[in-house]
């Protein structure tokens, strides 16, 4: 009788002893990676000579000696669980570095102009194909693998996302351009900042929102039974998609960046949650309409709410609050807005504002869409017998209000 896992698959090979498989393996290190944000120890324990994890794939291992597994593919996000097993599973090679494979994942630029060429643009030709590409840019692209790859690549997850959410009846885009599942997918990942020191991934992480890039080498092989250390964080992260390489100092040492502006408000968001845990404060629950008042001109809520974090982060000596560590909180505040498309110390004409927001939504744009509603109610029978009617439209902001398209009906 089989009484295990682990007999069932040595069962499996028994019986196909005969026959030649190809063995594919997705997503191996997801149930490894959830032990290993909770407990080091619980993670040796499974990956250690005797564990299940190691048992596992020693069975594969013997299985492609007897001829039995031809082939394996095996994918994943992070390289800690197969880097862990050593001896047990020496048989395979990584290829997420090469540059050959640097765009298996995602898209090239092509593949993404193509993919718009065949439904966006082919169904609204009102998009403005430049400006809408320019945007995908800023959202999505930017991962490297390797430097001597050709292109840079686009999340092809987020990509595809932004394709099924288009508004092909009236050709404008999603109202968010970050599908919620995979944003709820790169905070449960972002638990692994507990791994090892957690003071020591914190300060790589503020090191990101100050100044986009931080140093440091990829790692071939983790010893989980030594002291995780800086490098093998940066590993990690680089590993998940949340930094990628920007250029190489010297030999294996990489100046790495935050790829695009998504994962920069993934961190954003995640700073300001770790600073409301550390500190036993309430920001989450009341930020989206503090931010919509201040959006709205009303600036006090914001005010008192950055008050009350900066009094207390202010009063713990080894924080080393700066005037840098203060735009760093007040960008993770405001990151939680939506609405605004959020730059740190961008150069407009050869000056740095600290912060700078952009409102997402092109003004007229907006202008053109009110005209094209005003226009189609005008042509219905009971608002056309109207006489001497008269339309505007109205466009609000925290300027005031704006009276346009004046459309007198004689």
Same mark, same amino acid.
């Given at each position: 009788?089989?009484?295990?896992?682990?007999?069932?698959?040595?069962?499996?090979?028994?019986?196909?002893?005969?026959?030649?498989?190809?063995?594919?393996?997705?997503?191996?290190?997801?149930?490894?990676?959830?032990?290993?944000?909770?407990?080091?120890?619980?993670?040796?324990?499974?990956?250690?000579?005797?564990?299940?994890?190691?048992?596992?794939?020693?069975?594969?291992?013997?299985?492609?000696?007897?001829?039995?597994?031809?082939?394996?593919?095996?994918?994943?996000?992070?390289?800690?669980?197969?880097?862990?097993?050593?001896?047990?599973?020496?048989?395979?090679?990584?290829?997420?570095?090469?540059?050959?494979?640097?765009?298996?994942?995602?898209?090239?630029?092509?593949?993404?102009?193509?993919?718009?060429?065949?439904?966006?643009?082919?169904?609204?030709?009102?998009?403005?194909?430049?400006?809408?590409?320019?945007?995908?840019?800023?959202?999505?692209?930017?991962?490297?693998?390797?430097?001597?790859?050709?292109?840079?690549?686009?999340?092809?997850?987020?990509?595809?996302?932004?394709?099924?959410?288009?508004?092909?009846?009236?050709?404008?885009?999603?109202?968010?351009?970050?599908?919620?599942?995979?944003?709820?997918?790169?905070?449960?990942?972002?638990?692994?900042?507990?791994?090892?020191?957690?003071?020591?991934?914190?300060?790589?992480?503020?090191?990101?929102?100050?100044?986009?890039?931080?140093?440091?080498?990829?790692?071939?092989?983790?010893?989980?039974?030594?002291?995780?250390?800086?490098?093998?964080?940066?590993?990690?992260?680089?590993?998940?998609?949340?930094?990628?390489?920007?250029?190489?100092?010297?030999?294996?040492?990489?100046?790495?960046?935050?790829?695009?502006?998504?994962?920069?408000?993934?961190?954003?968001?995640?700073?300001?949650?770790?600073? +409301?845990?550390?500190?036993? $404060?309430?920001?989450?629950? #009341? @930020?989206? =309409?503090?931010?919509?008042? &201040?959006?709205? %001109?009303?600036?006090?809520?914001?005010?008192?709410?950055?008050?009350?974090?900066?009094?207390?982060?202010?009063?713990?000596?080894?924080?080393?609050?700066?005037?840098?560590?203060?735009?760093?909180?007040?960008?993770?505040?405001?990151?939680?807005?939506?609405?605004?498309?959020?730059?740190?110390?961008?150069?407009?004409?050869?000056?740095?504002?600290?912060?700078?927001?952009?409102?997402?939504?092109?003004?007229?744009?907006?202008?053109?869409?009110?005209?094209?509603?005003? +226009?189609?109610?005008?042509? $219905?029978?009971?608002?056309? #017998? @109207?006489? =001497?009617?008269?339309?505007? &439209?109205?466009? %609000?902001?925290?300027?005031?209000?704006?009276?346009?398209?004046?459309?007198?009906?004689?």
């Amino acid at each position: 009788m089989i009484q295990s896992p682990l007999g069932l698959i040595k069962e499996f090979f028994e019986v196909a002893k005969d026959d030649s498989i190809y063995l594919l393996i997705d997503e191996y290190d997801q149930f490894a990676n959830a032990i290993l944000a909770h407990s080091m120890e619980n993670f040796l324990e499974v990956v250690s000579k005797g564990g299940f994890v190691r048992s596992f794939y020693e069975v594969l291992k013997g299985a492609t000696g007897t001829g039995i597994v031809q082939k394996m593919f095996i994918t994943g996000v992070t390289p800690i669980t197969l880097d862990s097993l050593s001896s047990g599973f020496n048989i395979v090679s990584n290829i997420s570095g090469h540059k050959t494979f640097n765009a298996l994942a995602g898209f090239t630029q092509n593949e993404v102009e193509y993919s718009l060429e065949q439904s966006i643009f082919a169904r609204c030709e009102s998009v403005e194909r430049e400006k809408l590409l320019t945007k995908l840019k800023t959202w999505y692209n930017g991962y490297l693998f390797n430097l001597k790859a050709k292109e840079r690549i686009y999340n092809a997850t987020l990509v595809n996302y932004f394709i099924s959410q288009f508004d092909y009846d009236d050709c404008t885009m999603p109202n968010k351009m970050l599908d919620s599942n995979v944003a709820s997918d790169y905070r449960a990942i972002m638990k692994l900042f507990n791994i090892g020191e957690s003071e020591q991934n914190f300060k790589i992480l503020e090191n990101l929102i100050e100044n986009n890039s931080i140093t440091g080498t990829i790692k071939d092989r983790y010893e989980l039974n030594r002291a995780f250390d800086e490098d093998d964080f940066i590993t990690l992260i680089y590993s998940m998609g949340f930094i990628t390489i920007k250029d190489e100092i010297f030999n294996n040492m990489y100046r790495f960046e935050i790829p695009n502006y998504v994962i920069k408000i993934l961190y954003f968001n995640y700073f300001a949650i770790e600073i +409301e845990q550390r500190n036993n $404060l309430a920001i989450k629950g #009341s @930020i989206g =309409k503090i931010l919509l008042n &201040l959006a709205l %001109g009303e600036m006090t809520p914001f005010k008192n709410q950055l008050n009350e974090v900066v009094s207390v982060l202010s009063n713990r000596d080894f924080m080393g609050f700066d005037e840098k560590y203060f735009q760093v909180i007040t960008l993770s505040l405001l990151s939680f807005a939506e609405f605004y498309f959020i730059e740190s110390q961008p150069e407009k004409d050869n000056k740095y504002p600290d912060i700078l927001l952009i409102g997402k939504d092109d003004v007229e744009a907006i202008k053109q869409e009110g005209i094209e509603q005003v +226009e189609g109610y005008l042509k $219905l029978d009971k608002i056309k #017998s @109207i006489p =001497k009617l008269r339309s505007y &439209l109205l466009m %609000g902001s925290k300027d005031g209000v704006v009276f346009s398209h004046e459309n007198p009906k004689k």
